[in-house]
Each structure stands twice: as structure tokens, then as C-alpha cells.
């Protein structure tokens, strides 16, 4: 199969006719064998309906229906297990994204030997209070993960070539990174390409303000997991080491200035006690301890993994 286009949907039942019926065309047009997949993340506007309907119609049409409503990433995520194409296309549903661009996208996958595209929708339709936290979260993840040839992190609309969706797991809110993913993962050949953005036709977006917060913390998480994932000790340790090297030199400081005056016969200001700079040394050799323990703990919850050893493996012969 050639193309296997997903596409995570909530509550987007005027537009699935409009938009199956658009990829239907491009496909048949440059005779493209494919598969279209829809997941349906807890809808309850009749989308499942209206999904069920079209495949009647359309037997490339396949659908995934959650029980509830789990997230993008996460009907992304079942998308990518369900994918057959050599190239895996993903797009919204809420014709925002254009089916015509998926040739395109298609072509530069297959002759230009690329792991992912991402596109850039360098003009938008969407309000300030979007696009301006949107520039903020691109430049602190190329800032972050090294990608600095891209754009828009957050495209919806990506083509990927089919060994990077099977290797990669999309979890959280990390739809957002999954160029960053795939990076980690050993897929460096990333690209990108401008492409068009509609102004939404139909219903109001699904995405609210926790959206910014969310991308944050997944973004720091992707940040420490991809570089310290299999050795938390680098971390940890170096950190509590540090910690705990700094608060034995203020504590010996301290003891020795004492001695020097107990030496000299001079009186020493204050007792150690009664100095701030005693609670600064004391905190910073207690948490410099529990930092390295935690990294010692972490070491050996990582080596007792069951996926310690599961490298990403190119070829074999």
C-alpha cells in the first residue's frame, strides 16, 4: 500500500463527508493505493455515525471508535499501529489541512529517502491568542531538541516514512513533538515544507488555554527522558554531587575560620550555628545526598526495565 492517511477527529461530523470525498479524488487522481483511517476520540455528535456511513461507500475507509475521549496523541498513537502505507500521511479533520498537498508529501518521502515532513502553515487563519503562544513553543523546542529547520512542531498535517511510526510511542500531549521523537528515536533525515492553511469551515476548535501548559511539561519531559532516559545517574548523580560538594565547602569553610580564631586567641563572632551560611551547607549536603540516592534508585529501576535494552535497530543481515 502506498499511502495510509490518519486522522484523529472529535466531533467532526459536517466535515467527514467534504473531507473522505476530497482524498478520495487526490488519491484516485494520481492512483495512489490507500488506506484512510479515522479514530473517533469519544465523539458524541454522531461522527461514529457518519464514519460507519462512509465506509459503506468507501472501502478504503477504516475507523477506530474510543470509548471515551483519551486525546490526540493518543488516537494518533492506535493510528500509527494501524497504519499498512509506505508513507503514513496524518491531517485534522476539520479541513484546516489540505488533501492536496499528500503527492507532494508522498513524492519527497520516496525519492528524497526522508524520515518525516513536517509542514509549515506559514500563513494562518488562527487568532493572535494562538499564534503568538505557538511561535513561543516552536522556538523553545528547536532551542531544546537541536531541530532548527523547522518551523511549526505542531502541524497537524505530517508524512512520515513507515518505519518511523512503528517506532516511536505517542502518549501525553506529545503530538506536538513528534519530530523531537522521532529525532530521539534515530530518525534524523527531518524536513519540511510550507503548505496551505484553511480557515475552519465547520464547528469551533477542541483545544483550550491548558494546551500551553501541557506542551510545556511534555516538552521538558521529552527533553529529559530522550537525554537521560537510559542513564538517570548522569543526572542525578552529577547533580547531588554537586549539591553535596558545595555544602561540605561552606561547612569546612566555617569550621576552619572557627579553628583559625581558636588559634589566634582572637573571638570568634558568632557561633556556627547562629550563621545563615551553616543552614545554606547543611541543605545543600542533605539534598545533594538525596539527589544522588534518587539517581541510584532511578539506575536501578532502568536496568530492571523490560525495555532496557530495546535500541532502535536500522538493518540487519
Not at 169 to 188: D, N, Q, S
Not at 201 to 208: L, R
Not at 234 to 260: C, D, N, P, R
Request: aromatic content about 12%; glycine content about 6%.
Amino acid at each position: 500500500m502506498d499511502i495510509s492517511i490518519v486522522i484523529p477527529l472529535l466531533n467532526e461530523v459536517e466535515s467527514l463527508p467534504e473531507l473522505t470525498e476530497w482524498i478520495r479524488t487526490v488519491m484516485q487522481k494520481h492512483q495512489f493505493s490507500y488506506e484512510i483511517i479515522l479514530i473517533d476520540d469519544g465523539s458524541y455528535d454522531g461522527s461514529w455515525e457518519k464514519i460507519e456511513e462512509l465506509k459503506a461507500y468507501h472501502s478504503s475507509i477504516k475507523g477506530i471508535k474510543f470509548r471515551r475521549n483519551y486525546g490526540k496523541s493518543a488516537a494518533l498513537n492506535v493510528g500509527f499501529a494501524a497504519a499498512n502505507g509506505d508513507v503514513v500521511i496524518t491531517m485534522d479533520a476539520d479541513l484546516q489541512d489540505s488533501p492536496d498537498e499528500i503527492p507532494e508529501l508522498y513524492r519527497r518521502i520516496m525519492e528524497e529517502k526522508l524520515d518525516l515532513i513536517s509542514g509549515w502553515k506559514k500563513k494562518r487563519f488562527d487568532p493572535l491568542s494562538k499564534t503568538i503562544p505557538t511561535k513561543f513553543f516552536n522556538a523553545a523546542t528547536r532551542n531544546m531538541s537541536g531541530i532548527n529547520n523547522l518551523h511549526d512542531f505542531n502541524c497537524g498535517l505530517k508524512a512520515y516514512r513507515k518505519d518511523v511510526v512503528k517506532n516511536i510511542e505517542v502518549y501525553g500531549e506529545m503530538h506536538r513533538y513528534i519530530p523531537v521523537l522521532a529525532k530521539w528515536a534515530g530518525f534524523t533525515k527531518i524536513e519540511e515544507q510550507v503548505v496551505e492553511h484553511r480557515a475552519r469551515k465547520y464547528g469551533v476548535t477542541k483545544f483550550g488555554f491548558s494546551r500551553f501548559i501541557n506542551g510545556f511539561l511534555d516538552l521538558l519531559s521529552i527533553f529529559f527522558v530522550g537525554k537521560f532516559g537510559k542513564r538517570p545517574m548522569h543526572f542525578f548523580g552529577t547533580m547531588g554531587v554537586i549539591s553535596f560538594l558545595m555544602g561540605s565547602f561552606l561547612a569546612t569553610w566555617i569550621i576552619a575560620e572557627k579553628l583559625y580564631h581558636i588559634a589566634v586567641g582572637t573571638r570568634y563572632p558568632r557561633e556556627i550555628t547562629s550563621q545563615p551560611l551553616f543552614y545554606i551547607a547543611l541543605v545543600a549536603v542533605i539534598v545533594g545526598s538525596q539527589l544522588f540516592l534518587t539517581g541510584f534508585v532511578a539506575e536501578l529501576v532502568s536496568r530492571n526495565s523490560s525495555n532496557r535494552d530495546h535500541y532502535q535497530i536500522e538493518k540487519e543481515v
